[in-house]
């Protein structure tokens, strides 16, 4: 595809409902990030996958937070239970090689979640 | 202490100066990022940099690996280069991928 593609773009939810959010990274991309940025702070890492398995997900803040990709492609990150600290806009990114390769990752639109 | 720290928080310039923003490092890395995100949240790669120098238009980035530092400067700048600047670095440490970001510096930069 021409680039990193998210959906939805704004996800509007109440309190303890489950979200789904999805990502399409770039076509051949292996490796794929799940990024947050909560308002007024800074982006945080938290889940990063090389094809469909997940070397590090030390990011995730809570066992209420899960992601999966499969097909080495779509990846889709789900939030249980949501709470109102969960606002955020979250951002996938995709790059062609992960483990250990210099290579540039390349940022999604981002899913801004509010929760009420 | 953020293993990445940014300076300055928030930059005002006037059309035509010429801007540095820095950026300090405290863990080993693979790689260096700087990253402009737009007031409607979009994040677009601007270099990344493992040694030296690289330039693209009126950017330019550069990178001390002895020092951990690394510099991002926008010449000429101009109201369009308004945005936030994130320098991001991929650290080696535990073999990790992730990119550690820093919070960013808000630069404004006035006609």
């Known amino acids: 595809g021409a680039g ?14 489950d979200v789904e959010l999805r990502c399409d990274p770039i076509s051949g991309h292996t490796a794929l990030y799940w990024y947050r940025q909560s308002l007024g702070q800074g982006l945080e890492f938290l889940i990063y996958f090389q094809g469909n398995s997940a070397p590090d997900k030390s990011g995730l803040p809570s066992d209420r937070f899960s992601a999966e990709r499969t097909g080495g492609s779509v990846s889709t990150l789900t939030i249980q239970r949501t709470q109102q600290e969960d606002s955020a806009v979250y951002l996938c990114a995709s790059s062609f090689r992960g483990l250990a390769v210099y290579n540039e990752q390349f940022f999604g639109p981002g899913t801004r979640l509010t929760v009420l | 202490k953020n293993e990445v720290e940014q300076s300055p928080q928030n930059l005002t310039a ?9 950026c300090s490092y405290s863990v080993g890395i693979s790689a260096l990022h700087w990253l402009q995100q737009h007031p409607g949240g979009g994040i677009v790669s601007l270099f990344m940099l ?9 950017l330019i980035a550069t990178i001390n690996i002895q020092e951990k530092h690394s510099s991002l400067h926008i010449t000429a700048s101009h109201p369009r280069d308004s945005a936030v600047y994130i320098c991001a670095v991929r650290s080696t440490q535990g073999g990790s991928e992730k990119l550690v970001f820093g919070k960013g510096t808000k630069l404004t930069v006035n006609p």
Not at chain 2, 14 to 22: H, K, V
């Open chain 1, 4 to 17: 990193v593609s998210q959906s939805p773009s704004n996800k509007v939810t109440e309190k303890g409902k």
């Open chain 2, 14 to 22: 006037q059309e035509g100066e010429f801007i540095t923003i820095n």
């Open chain 2, 50 to 58: 493992s040694s030296g120098k690289k330039k693209h238009g009126r």
